[in-house]
């Protein structure tokens, strides 16, 4: 049903069927995304929490998305619902691998995933080993993100895109890294210098793709000195 306009359930608030649990997410009336809420894992109060965050997110590009939404944003967007209420959602959600925590400029944001969850390695960020690795979409836009199975995130982002009617032009993978998260941190601050920063601290634009993977090889080779 992914990408299907829905006109079988009997939607109870516009999002969530209340005789199948299906839940629908998009604002543009050009574009609907049915995501099966029973296979997703999640509650319905955890559904309707990461449906909010989905408002903030660009959902005209590919994901995953990068957002920092305020508390009180987030309790306005859920109908003035508790903080401790929704904290609790978030950390149901986190745990299915429907989001994950990030950080943007040291503030504190979350990484939505999208059609399906993270993968269960890659559901919390830490200073682990693990790989960089810089994709180039067709509209232009690259995506710098770290992983411990490169083959299996760059296909995850090619397939995100492809709902958008972006293709996947190329992709490099550097080898491994130790401290993989400062690696990502420096590579993300040297491509910054040259490119600009779009949808989250890890998606960039205007700039040449293969200047972007000599930054974020060097910044490899720096940290794992």
Known sequence: MSGERCDEHDWSDDYICRDCGVVKVGRAPWWLWVLPAKKAGLTNGQLRVLLALWTFADLESAAPYTISPSMRDLRTRMGGLGASTIREHLAGIRATGWAR?????????FELAWAEPFPLEERTRTDAPGQLYVCLFSNGRIKIGKTATPERRVASHEKNARAFGHSLQCWWASLRVDACGAAEARALALVREIAKPVTGNEWFTGADFREVVR???????????
């Open 101 to 109: 925590e990030a950080t943007i400029g040291g503030r504190r944001a």
């Open 215 to 225: 930054r974020v090889a060097a910044a490899c080779e720096e940290v794992d000195r």
